[in-house]
């Protein structure tokens, strides 16, 4: 099993900046992928990243070149740094690891971005 604990969302305007985090229970290099999806009110959860044990990188389509995922192998934990966010950014956001075919949700953090 693998415990995910998120932490960094808020409240930031338009144009500003937020970094998110996420911490795992097990060590990172045991988990085939790690990533990051939204949800917003009255929408389905989507994809913002994602990135697998090779490295591969995956964004989602209306984030791309302002959103980063990155990872800490010793810190057990990886990061969504968002710049140049926009109100269509707020929405819960949650991190994910998949692990032997099963996959673990954090609880979710709070991005709101207000104009």
């Known amino acids: 099993q693998v415990q995910l604990v998120e932490s960094g969302g808020g409240l930031v305007q338009v144009g500003g900046s937020l970094r998110l985090s996420c911490v795992s229970s097990r060590s990172i290099a045991d988990i085939y992928e790690m990533g990051w999806y939204r949800q917003a009110p009255g929408k389905q959860r989507e994809l913002v990243a994602a990135?697998?044990?090779?490295?591969?990188?995956n964004y989602g389509d209306s984030v791309k070149g302002r959103l980063t995922i990155s990872r800490d192998d010793a810190k057990n934990s990886w990061y969504l740094q968002m710049n140049s966010l926009k109100p269509e950014d707020t929405a819960v956001y949650y991190c994910?690891?998949?692990?032997?075919?099963?996959?673990?949700w954090g609880q979710g953090t709070q991005v709101t971005v207000s104009s």
């Open positions: 994910r690891a998949t692990l032997r075919g099963y996959e673990y």
């Open positions: 990135t697998s044990y090779s490295g591969n990188v």
